[in-house]
């Protein structure tokens, strides 16, 4: 599926996520990521979409916040409901992260990208981080690699998973140690991973 694919599926979807039953997904583990964190210098929200509760979070913690996402529908109304955020419509693995970051996250992102690009946007976006900069993201809970495109939320949407063991081999290579691994949502095989630039 292509960048461009998936940001009109998710131009479908985009209203769904401003429900108020959503808004608290993901807050208690980006607490948990933050307080790894030693500095609040600027902080990148992949596929940040257009809710703004991680941009409000993390703005309250001190952070300078940008976000990029591929879908048009969702930067525009992040843009309606946030106007001080500076969010890029973009395809993360072509868009040149503009500074070093010291906090990104990738919740319910970044696994939307193909199999075969996993490993190099994972390298592209802990070559982002700065010394002991922190990476919050998302990924499926299986031992192999999975890739598929389903319609469990209605479009077609694409998934790529390197598994669990191939994604803290790539941590390691790549300068980062998992600090917390956790299934936080079973039975659903969804896992949220915290790591460190060494």
């Excluded at 993390?58 to 106007?83: I, N, T, Y």
């Excluded at 140690?177 to 060494?198: F, G, S, T, W």
Aim: glycine share 10%; charged share 20%.
């Amino acid at each position: 599926m292509r960048p461009e694919e998936l940001g009109k599926s998710y131009d479908e979807i985009a209203e769904d996520w401003l429900a108020p039953s959503l808004q608290s997904d993901g807050i208690p583990q980006f607490e948990r990521a933050i307080r790894f964190a030693g500095s609040h210098g600027y902080a990148l929200d992949i596929g940040c979409g257009c809710s703004g509760r991680f941009y409000d979070l993390l703005v309250g913690h001190g952070f300078q916040v940008e976000g990029v996402d591929v879908s048009a529908r969702m930067v525009e109304l992040s843009h309606q409901r946030r106007p001080k955020f500076s969010v890029q419509l973009a395809d993360i693995c072509k868009w040149e992260l503009p500074r070093k970051y010291d906090f990104i996250a990738a919740w319910d992102s970044t696994w939307h990208v193909p199999l075969a690009k996993q490993e190099s946007l994972l390298q592209k976006i802990c070559a982002g981080l700065t010394p002991g900069g922190v990476l919050i993201f998302t990924t499926g809970g299986v031992n192999g690699s999975v890739e598929e495109t389903n319609t469990h939320m209605g479009p077609p949407v694409h998934y790529g998973i390197p598994g669990i063991p191939r994604t803290l081999e790539l941590l390691t290579m790549f300068g980062c140690v998992c600090r917390h691994l956790e299934y936080d949502q079973l039975p659903e095989r969804h896992v949220y991973v915290i790591a460190q630039k060494l």
